[in-house]
T-cell receptor, first 118, second 114 residues
Framework: NAGVMQNPRHLVRRRGQEARLRCSPM?????VYWYRQLPEEGLKFMVY????????ESGMPKERFSAEFPKEGPSILRIQQVVRGDSAAYFC????????????????FGSGTRLTVV | AQSVTQLDSHVSVSEGTPVLLRCNYS??????LFWYVQHPNKGLQLLLK??????LVKGINGFEAEFKKSETSFHLTKPSAHMSDAAEYFC????????????FGKGTRLHILP
């Protein structure tokens, strides 16, 4: 079981370019979460998806950011026209449905993608 | 090497009684420590954080945690449990100045009995 796979591990983009971050959930996990981590601020929730469905995107910036989790393939976090303030570590987590697990989320985090905008 | 151990996978308390969720950590660097809560079908929410200031940290919803370096612990407490506290709680370590490296505990499911 390879765990949650995120790639690339490091991504450098110039201002105005697009950044695509990929997350492959653990086998058997149908839920994906994206978080952004800024220095010493902890994780900030961005979006929660199931396959082909966005459940909660209350943490997503209104512009330039989008996320998808298609029926086949990884979840993608897409940032258009990146700016310096987008530089951060982006983490993905996956979990199975919580029903039938005694309420345990069964969370597993990926190793993150470090985005640097120059 | 860094690690986080949440000693209990499930904790049950009665409404109105104290809550104690235990967390021990191991870190080669000066750590930042966090507690997060996750309610069903929601993302993580930050409860509180320790980043080398006061060792007793107050968070939201009446939660507190105390950083004890000698015991390498960062236990989460609340004087009086409420039904709405039923959720899963995660203890997290981040080495200071390394925001691209986080270590999660396995989580503690808190059950509140009426």
């Amino acid at each position: 079981n390879a765990g949650v796979m995120q790639n690339p591990r490091h991504l450098v983009r110039r201002r105005g370019q697009e950044a695509r971050l990929r997350c492959s959930p653990m086998k058997g996990h149908s839920h994906v979460y994206w978080y952004r981590q800024l220095p010493e601020e902890g994780l900030k929730f961005m979006v929660y998806l199931q396959k082909e469905n966005i459940i909660d995107e209350s943490g997503m910036p209104k512009e330039r950011f989008s996320a998808e989790f298609p029926k086949e393939g990884p979840s993608i976090l897409r940032i258009q026209q990146v700016v310096r303030g987008d530089s951060a570590a982006y983490f993905c987590a996956s979990s199975p449905p919580t029903v039938g697990t005694g309420g345990k989320v069964g969370y597993t985090f990926g190793s993150g993608t470090r985005l640097t905008v120059v | 090497a860094q690690s986080v151990t949440q000693l209990d996978s499930h904790v049950s308390v009665s409404e109105g009684t104290p809550v104690l969720l235990r967390c021990n950590y191991s870190s080669s660097y000066s750590p930042s420590l966090f507690w997060y809560v996750q309610h069903p079908n929601k993302g993580l929410q930050l409860l509180l954080k320790y980043t080398s200031a006061a060792t007793l940290v107050k968070g939201i919803n009446g939660f507190e945690a105390e950083f004890k370096k000698s015991e390498t612990s960062f236990h989460l407490t609340k004087p009086s449990a409420h039904m709405s506290d039923a959720a899963e709680y995660f203890c997290v370590v981040t080495p200071m100045n390394r925001d691209d490296k986080i270590i999660f505990g396995k989580g503690t499911r808190l059950h509140i009995l009426p």
